[in-house]
């Protein structure tokens, strides 16, 4: 990021970023830093089946020169119940226009509400105020954890439940700037950033190098981004291809 | 729990109940069950000091015959903030007159936030619609996350969190049977059910042995809950006492 300097020199205010390494995440990232916030990363070790997830977010919090980012060991295996933490099947598509309605198999139960569950802990202990997540309604309709009536109710709750919450005075504040972008919109906030892309991971079925499948949900929506923006998506492939 | 036998044998419904192994979290094991829940028991392992509290809920579990234990491990020492955490001393005190007002430094920031977000995800991939707490507003009056405006507004979250979320056909409960029960009439509730309370560990100062210190906020609540029902406190204490 070239241009992300803080706009504010004066009481810089800290924020909790969730950062999980891929596209969405990362722009949030900036879009916090370029905000002015001090930005402390928060990162989860899940049970994903992707180590390459956690690398990512190591190379992209270095690069946005964080204060402090931690990487937090949750097991959500033991519960079962996705193909992002179990053995059920990614799903694969030829293409974008192929993604089905509904929720997803890869949707992960509570996902969100457990990671702004940690994001609200580190929060208090830090005394900040906000936190940025990179949740998206448009691209991610299926997840019920992704819309504004959930972070709406979320932060609700998180204004009860913390110390501040017992005094009335809590300032709580869950930053949701992607929520109604398109993933064309966020590639192109990014950009104009400074972002680079190609530290982040976004494939829900990468091989062994880390190098994304291109047919995955997650994969389409990526490239189809790029493509709107005439832009080619730095990140690996498996296969070549026009992004 | 000798006469906790589920009171109907129709259409036995899933639960998740919330067990450290400590006096009132039992206690809410056997409303559970004597409510006729199938209980799937949910302790976590979250950088506590006392490896004790995970035995006691193994105890407890195997007495309560439960459906199901599991053991999630979290790492809130990450983010430091709590005398139950990190190294802050656990405050004593001589007799639970007392006991202090304000926010205790054994408050866990966002902790019942957290444990509840669990307990949601393993609801949803379970198809539960029930998740048990043993929190309490009166002895524990000082923590944010223990009051029926967190339970309501986390409830409130809940029902949008999940996928009967988006179908707006969630039914989640979150049940805190012991919410403005008094520490006696908690202790008189578990022992109606057959409890037997020499099977948890309340202390937060235990010795190597697991022995209770007779002096911290949680033991002097304890002994006088026993106090006040005229029984002994069958836990192990460090000291001899008339508790």
Redesign the interface.
């Known amino acids: 990021m070239q241009d992300g300097e803080p706009k504010t020199m004066t009481a810089v205010r800290k924020a909790v970023v969730l950062l999980s390494g891929g596209l969405d995440s990362t722009t949030v990232l900036a879009i916090a830093r370029d905000e002015g916030f001090a930005c402390h990363a928060l990162t989860f070790r899940y049970g994903q089946r992707h180590a390459n997830e956690i690398e990512a977010a190591k190379r992209v919090a270095n690069a946005a020169q964080v204060t402090e980012h931690?990487i937090?060991?949750?097991?959500?295996r033991?519960?079962?119940?996705s193909a992002l933490t179990s053995d059920i099947a990614v799903p694969k598509h030829a293409d974008a226009a192929d993604l089905g309605d509904g929720?997803p198999v890869t949707?992960?139960?509570?996902?969100?509400?457990?990671f702004?569950?940690?994001a609200?802990?580190?929060a208090?202990?830090l005394g900040a105020c906000d936190i940025f997540i990179g949740v998206n309604a448009l691209d991610y309709s299926?997840y019920?954890?992704c819309?504004p009536?959930?972070i709406d109710?979320?932060a609700?709750?998180?204004r009860?439940?913390?110390?501040a919450?017992?005094e009335g005075t809590s300032q709580l504040k869950i930053h949701t700037p992607l929520i109604s972008l398109t993933k064309a919109e966020i590639i192109a906030t990014g950009v104009r950033l400074g972002v680079d892309y190609g530290l982040t991971t976004s494939c829900y079925d990468p091989d062994e190098a880390g190098r994304a499948c291109r047919s995955c949900d997650s994969c389409l929506l990526r490239l189809r981004g790029f493509a709107e923006n005439g832009l080619l998506d730095p990140a690996q492939y498996i296969v070549a291809g026009a992004g």
Not at 72 to 76: G, K, S
């Open positions: 931690v937090a060991e949750i097991d959500l033991v519960f079962g119940g929720i949707y992960v139960p509570a996902r969100n509400t457990i702004l569950s940690f609200l802990a580190w208090e202990v299926g019920p954890d819309r009536e959930f109710a979320f609700a709750m998180a009860l439940a913390t110390r919450g017992v």
